[in-house]
Antibody, heavy 119, light 110 residues
């Protein structure tokens, strides 16, 4: 069974940093690209970042480019999102999501981890 | 960026047909594939994939759900609507980065 478990969220002040993790199980993590997607309270979904299986290809939403860094450790089956210079508008539930091998959609999602940026 | 536009809400009666639309600002077809996907999200839950690449039913999704359309106009149909289908539905394109979602359509009971 595919499982994605996010952690690392919490309350952080504006301008500070936070690092999210997503531990994957139930599939060969190193064979799949991975994504972070977020959802602000009461709002819709926003794709944040993508990393290919071997980390060769990385893409970001313009809203986070230059502030967030997606990375992965295939030996640990773990996806990361390093978030710096956090703003109030980054407050959201952050999901890690797995696409199929060749596809730009998300067939597995974690439960999400909440990040609140507030002073 | 490719902008996806959905109506915010749709009221429907049980056992009737619901038609949810998604219009894109650019063509999301390429080489005969529509890079349009649909998700269902219930309160407090993560989104669930319903339809991928325009019209393909995701694994475990009932045949009451179907997707259609091409180019810039897409539709998710639920026929017939059941009580368990009351949720918010999102379209998403993967033709170009950044991948983008529609604002969501909340399906409500009439």
């Amino acid at each position: 069974e595919v499982q994605l478990v996010e952690s690392g969220g919490g309350l952080v002040q504006p301008g500070r940093s936070l690092k999210l993790s997503c531990v994957a199980s139930g599939f060969t993590f190193s064979n799949y690209g991975m994504n972070w997607i977020r959802q602000a309270p009461g709002k819709g979904l926003e794709w944040v970042a993508y990393i290919s299986s071997g980390s060769s290809y990385i893409y970001y939403a313009e809203t986070v480019k230059g502030r967030f860094t997606i990375s992965r450790d295939n030996a640990k089956n773990t996806l990361y999102l390093q978030m710096t210079s956090l703003r109030s508008e980054d407050t959201a539930l952050y999901y890690c999501a797995r696409p199929p091998n060749y596809g730009g959609y998300f067939d597995y999602w974690g439960q999400g981890v909440m990040v609140t940026v507030s002073s | 960026d490719i902008v996806l536009t959905q109506s915010p809400a749709l009221a429907v009666s049980l056992e009737q047909r619901a038609t949810i639309s998604c219009k894109t600002s650019q063509n999301v077809d390429n080489y005969g594939i529509s890079y349009m996907h649909w998700y269902q999200q219930k309160p407090g839950q993560q989104p669930k994939l319903l339809i991928y690449e325009g019209s393909n039913l995701a694994s475990g999704i009932p045949a009451r759900f179907s997707g259609s359309g091409s180019g810039t106009d897409f539709t998710l149909t639920i026929d017939p609507v059941e009580a368990d289908d009351i949720a918010t539905y999102y379209c998403q394109q993967s033709k170009d980065y950044p991948w983008t979602f529609g604002g969501g359509t909340k399906l409500e009971l009439k």
